[in-house]
């Protein structure tokens, strides 16, 4: 039975075999002129085949809008990638291309172009989360401990963020996939704002899950100044959430020391639960201390002294300090200085006009000078003193009928100091209160530009005073005169100016008014060359003068602005000077933009029958301006230049290299100097390699009732041998050796596989380096009376042109179901016309046959509609999206065909 079912797995390998070489002929003859241009996050990949060679075929690469390969002549194929600068961003891309086929058409040719803009990577790898788990998790009672930091959907797996109530979780952002769509989620977070003892959800969660201390405890300490009889005392002051230890020492002289200590929970503010006082304490003081001396006596009032003018009713008290006495009196006093008007022409009565207290109202009583006064108009008067507390009282009412009538009045000169008598003035009655014109008023004139605004300002007569007018004007052009003289009754003071006031009015025409002056300003750019003024030309209302004193381009330049002939600036109108001091800085360009370096790339490359690596130069990229000159030298002594650049890329092979610039045009570099030297090195690319991964297969019973050892698959095809190696170690006997074949017998355990890469070569980013793997043994075997069989299952998707479908083996033994269904589906290939899902079983037809070890029974094909259909391009009469549709089913038959009968071949040779 089993030579049987071999020999119809060989058969339709046979059958896969012819066809794809049927494929592959078939795809050649199609293909012609196949213009195949793609971008991934990384990379821009061009792919030009099938061109012919003898005709000149041509292509342009641009990327982010900079050229970055020309191929003048490609000949019948080009193949290249491009490695974007930064994969994290979008880049754009244009691809054009020109080529012929003289062997069709001489006069054909095949011109395009393709554009477009690249996807950035994303990652969609979750952070791990740390938080805070309750215990319980609904109470937290017994505070919390902190797991391992989790990744996102183990916290929402295990209900942290949703069933336990206590648990405390930061905020965080994760990312969840459905269906080939990554979504990007946000966590707000769960109990940081919730207060357990005093701290917030979020201070716990920073102090690794405990409550933090509450730093509220405080504590002060003060000091009893020492005395001549007494020494310093140390007071323990105002203290809270803390207690007090016990001092080393209270009273001087000596050190002292004491601690507080926070209560349980709490913390200074420094967050340290003590905190230590020390100091020294000093002793009694010394009876040589100034401040054990004896106080010397109080001044005597002969300290006192005082000045007075009766024209002013002003002056000044000093309190002297006297030898052998204190800076303060014995008795001290009050002064208040007080004017009184007459309310007529006769001495009395008086109403009080001014009342000034001196010293600010409070008691004159130490050494110091201090000022007084209060200014009599037509009046009295006087200067009061009293050695009473409060001071001086303020009259009530504020009448005076004649002296001590009916206020009390105490004079400054009755107290005993030194200084004039009497100190009090008064003036004459009848002769203040006469009715003297002290002021006149003087008349004024208003002369502008015309008439219309001229006039006279003043000399409107008044009660006291008539003005006389003599206005000799003609049209408002002319002399105009006034005086002015006392009315009946009135009389004006002595020298008082009584005109006459005289103007003579013209006609002058108004100036038109320039209500902007517009500045001037200065270019001073690096050299002279560029140097300027801006502005400073004369215009019909504005008359600029330039005074420019520049020698060589260096020196100082001063512009003001003045109004032409029958123009007038607006009031605040700027009008200069504006200043300039030129210099003659050298012009520097900028080469801090320093050479890069990007290393040689190696890429993979995949054609029929064959599979190796491709690499790309690595180059050396300046990014400056014309005025530098780049000069690149290989260790081979090759130049490459010089050149002058704005953006240069040199393609170049791993080596070192000399990159000399030089600043031109009269310019220098920045930091000084016109020339600078890098060296750079271009690295060699190393390939990444793609390999299948390791895979243990356990002990197993053979038809016969034998044990088949088990094994670690590695994977040794193509040129991996050259390019990887494989390191087995483990096991209950221990071993460590170089894997050299693709299987090794190795007994029941736990074996650890390390792929490391060879020079010149790494591991794909896609790839792991090691594997665990165990190793399961068998009890006994019992010879099997039945074959051992598997069958696969396949499914094709819905495509933008074409329906979907699924596909059941026709496999000896094997009887299908579909979606549960109880009557079985005959093998063959059903069509799918939209999005659903299909579940598939598979079962033996009964005793007769087993299922291998490994074998899949059971499958779920989810059919989904396609999105984003665009037209297909043709090229060249064929339609490039079929036979790419063809390739890819045939492949995927022959592979699954493969693995089936590589599987059943090992069964059989172990």
């Avoid at 207690?243 to 080393?248: F, L, N, Q």
């Avoid at 009050?334 to 009080?352: C, E, I, K, R, Y």
């Avoid at 005289?502 to 002279?528: L, M, N, Q, Y």
């Avoid at 050298?586 to 490359?605: E, G, L, Y």
Wanted: one cysteine or more.
């Amino acid at each position: 039975m089993r030579t049987k079912l071999r020999s119809k797995i060989l058969a339709a390998i046979s059958t896969v075999v012819i066809a794809l070489g049927m494929v592959t002929v078939t795809a050649a003859a199609a293909n012609a002129h196949t213009p195949n241009v793609s971008a991934t996050c990384t990379t821009l990949s061009v792919n030009l085949q099938y061109y012919d060679s003898s005709v000149t075929n041509t292509v342009k690469v641009t990327i982010d809008n900079v050229v970055v390969d020309t191929n003048l002549d490609f000949g019948g194929h080009f193949t290249k990638n491009y490695t974007f600068s930064d994969k994290t961003v979008a880049h754009t891309w244009l691809v054009e291309y020109t080529a012929g086929d003289q062997s069709k058409n001489p006069n054909a040719n095949w011109s395009g172009s393709q554009s477009g803009t690249s996807t950035p990577c994303v990652s969609h790898d979750n952070d791990k989360v740390p938080f805070c788990h309750a215990k319980p998790a609904d109470t937290a009672a017994n505070g919390w401990n902190m797991p391992p930091a989790a990744d996102p959907g183990i916290i929402f797996q295990a209900g942290h963020a949703t069933e336990h109530d206590a648990d405390i979780i930061p905020a965080f952002d994760y990312w969840t996939e459905s269906h080939g769509v990554w979504t990007l989620n946000h966590y707000a977070g769960k109990n940081l704002t919730t207060v357990w003892g005093g701290a917030t959800g979020a201070e716990i969660l920073a102090n690794g899950c405990m409550i933090p201390d509450l730093k509220d405890a405080t504590a002060v300490i003060s000091i009893t100044p020492a005395t001549c009889s007494t020494a310093e005392v140390l007071v323990l002051g105002a203290i809270s959430n803390a207690t007090w230890g016990t001092p080393t020492l209270t009273t001087g002289p000596g050190t002292y020391s004491v601690t507080a200590t926070a209560n349980a929970g709490h913390a200074f503010s420094n967050g340290s639960s003590t905190m230590v006082f020390g100091g020294t304490l000093a002793g009694v003081l010394s009876p040589t201390s100034q401040a054990c001396a004896p106080p010397p006596p109080c001044l005597p009032i002969s300290a006192v002294s005082y000045t007075y003018s009766n024209s002013t009713n002003s002056g000044v008290i000093t309190v002297a300090q006297l030898k052998g006495y204190s800076d303060t009196l014995c008795k001290p006093f009050w002064v208040t200085a007080a004017s009184w008007t007459f309310d007529g022409n006769t001495s009395w009565p008086q109403t009080l006009d001014k009342w000034n207290p001196a010293n600010g109202g409070n008691k004159i009583d130490s050494v110091g000078t201090y000022p007084y006064g209060a200014d009599v108009g037509c009046g009295q008067g006087d200067i009061y003193a009293t050695f009473s507390a409060p001071g001086v009282p303020k009259p009530n009412p504020e009448i005076l009928n004649g002296p001590h009538n009916p206020y009390p009045e105490h004079f400054l000169h009755n107290m005993g100091f030194t200084g004039p008598s009497p100190t009090y003035m008064q003036r004459n009655a009848s002769t203040c209160n006469a009715n003297e014109v002290k002021v006149v008023p003087a008349v004024t004139f208003t002369d502008v530009c015309g008439t219309n605004d001229d006039g006279i300002v003043g000399g409107v007569d008044t009660a006291e005073i008539n003005y006389t007018i003599i206005d000799n004007r003609v049209n408002g052009v002319g002399t105009v005169i006034a005086t002015a003289a006392p009315k009946t009754g009135y009389t004006f003071a002595t020298g008082a100016y009584t005109g006459p006031w005289s103007h003579t009015f013209t006609d002058e025409p108004c100036p038109i008014v320039v209500k902007t002056v517009p500045a001037v300003t200065f270019t001073d750019e690096c050299g002279i060359d560029n140097d300027g003024i801006v502005g400073g030309t004369d215009t019909a209302e504005i008359d600029y003068t330039i005074t420019d004193n520049r020698v060589n381009g260096v020196g100082l330049v001063t512009v003001t602005a003045a109004p032409q002939s029958g123009y007038v600036f607006e009031n605040g109108a700027y009008t200069g000077p504006w200043t300039y001091t030129f210099t003659n800085e050298p012009c520097v360009v900028d080469n801090s933009i320093t050479p890069t370096v990007s290393d040689q790339t190696c890429t993979p490359v995949q054609s029929v029958g064959s599979a190796g690596y491709t690499y790309a130069d690595g180059g050396i990229t300046v990014n400056l301006d014309a005025n530098l000159e780049y000069t690149i030298t290989g260790i081979d002594g090759t130049v490459y230049g010089p050149t002058v650049v704005t953006t240069a890329f040199t393609a170049l092979s791993p080596g070192k290299y000399k990159v000399d610039v030089k600043a031109l045009n009269g310019y220098v570099l920045k930091g000084g100097g016109t020339t600078a030297t890098f060296e750079r090195t271009v690295g060699a690319g190393l390939c990444a390699v793609v390999f299948g991964d390791p895979y243990a297969v356990d002990e197993t019973c053979t038809e016969q009732g034998t044990t088949a050892p088990g094994y670690i698959w590695v994977d040794f095809s193509g040129n991996l041998a050259s390019e990887i190696s494989y390191q087995i170690t483990g096991g209950p006997t221990p071993v460590d050796y170089t894997a050299t074949q693709e299987i090794n017998n190795l007994e029941p355990g736990d074996y650890t596989v390390t792929v490391t890469a060879k020079p010149g070569f790494k591991l794909a980013s896609t790839m792991k380096s090691v594997w665990n793997f165990t190793i399961h043994g068998v009890e006994t075997c019992d010879l099997e009376t039945h074959p051992l069989i598997s069958t696969t299952a396949s499914y094709k998707n819905l495509t933008c042109s074409s329906d979907g479908s699924y596909t059941l083996a026709d496999t000896e033994g094997v009887v299908w179901f579909v979606n549960g269904s109880s009557t079985p589906t005959p093998p063959g290939t059903y069509k799918v016309t939209g999005a659903t899902t299909v579940n598939i079983e598979a079962q033996t037809t009964g005793p007769d046959y087993g299922w291998e070890r490994d074998a899949q029974t059971k499958w779920t094909f989810d059919f989904t509609n396609p999105v984003d259909c665009l037209p297909t391009l043709a090229f060249t009469g064929s339609d490039g999206g079929n036979l790419g549709l063809l390739l890819a089913g045939g492949f995927l038959l022959f592979g699954g065909t493969i693995v089936a009968f590589e599987r059943r071949f090992r069964a059989n040779v172990r």
